[in-house]
């Protein structure tokens, strides 16, 4: 993360936290690389084939995130 990134405080249940500290440690990454990873995933998820240049590359990306998830989930089972 930068130095001029933004800083911003944010509320979360504990359970939560928790989650995303095992999936940070699950991808190797930071906390703060898990979240941003996640939302950039959600944003990607969410564009419209319209809106996208590449359609298929913003489904690509939702996949690969999806199957991330999914890969997280197995390992801790």
């Known amino acids: ?3 001029e990134d933004l800083h911003f405080k ?3 249940p ?3 936290k928790r989650r995303i500290a095992a999936a940070s440690r699950a991808s190797e990454r930071s906390m703060t690389a898990e979240i941003l990873a996640r939302l950039e995933a959600s ?3 969410a564009i419209s084939p319209a809106e996208a ?3 298929e590359l913003a489904d690509i990306l939702a996949d690969i995130e999806r199957l991330k998830l999914k ?3 197995l390992k801790r089972s």
């Open 43 to 45: 944003f990607v998820a």
């Open 71 to 73: 890969l997280i989930r």
């Open 53 to 55: 240049p590449d359609a």
């Open 1 to 3: 993360m930068a130095r």
């Open 14 to 16: 504990e359970d939560l």
């Open 10 to 12: 944010l509320r979360i």
